[in-house]
């Protein structure tokens, strides 16, 4: 089967902001005030929570009938532990990114809370986003 390839590009804007483009859509990333941006976008740890939360949501939207599961709503909240000491240098000690990522799932379906459970192990295995955080692809660079 042939692969495909997503593509996205980064720039920054003024101060820590920066314009996220991807297929002709775009967002802005930026820090809070105390990571020393201006606070007018998510930052990019939080659009990575919200990447995987998205992604989440749509493998529970797309698999729900095949899998039995008569789905009405679901909502994925995600959260991460960040000590910003690691990524200052100011602790060696402590990790750059994320130490600990936790996804809570209220799914509101005509399901028993055993079925419900059983899906959700079925969206964690099949969720790109989470098998790229959990299983790192190769990752390379360039200087052009």
Do not use: Q, W
């Not at 095949?66 to 994925?76: D, E, M, Q, S, Y």
Request: proline share 7%; hydrophobic share 40%.
């Amino acid at each position: 089967m042939a692969e495909a390839v997503f593509s996205a590009v980064a720039e920054s804007l003024e101060g820590m902001a920066t314009r996220c483009t991807s297929r002709g859509m775009s967002f802005v990333l930026d820090e809070p005030p105390s990571l020393g941006g201006k606070d007018e976008g998510m930052n990019p740890l939080e659009a990575v929570l919200s990447a995987l939360g998205a992604c989440k949501c749509v493998v529970a939207r797309a698999f729900a009938k095949p899998n039995g599961i008569r789905l009405r709503h679901v909502r994925v909240e995600v959260d991460g532990v960040f000590d910003p000491d690691g990524f200052r240098g100011k602790n060696p000690a402590a990790k750059v990114g994320l130490s600990t990522i936790r996804t809570r799932y209220h799914i509101d379906a005509d399901n028993t809370p055993e079925e419900i459970a059983a899906f959700v192990e079925f969206i964690e295995a099949h969720c790109p986003v989470h098998d790229t955080l959990v299983n790192p692809p190769h990752l390379s660079y360039e200087i052009a």
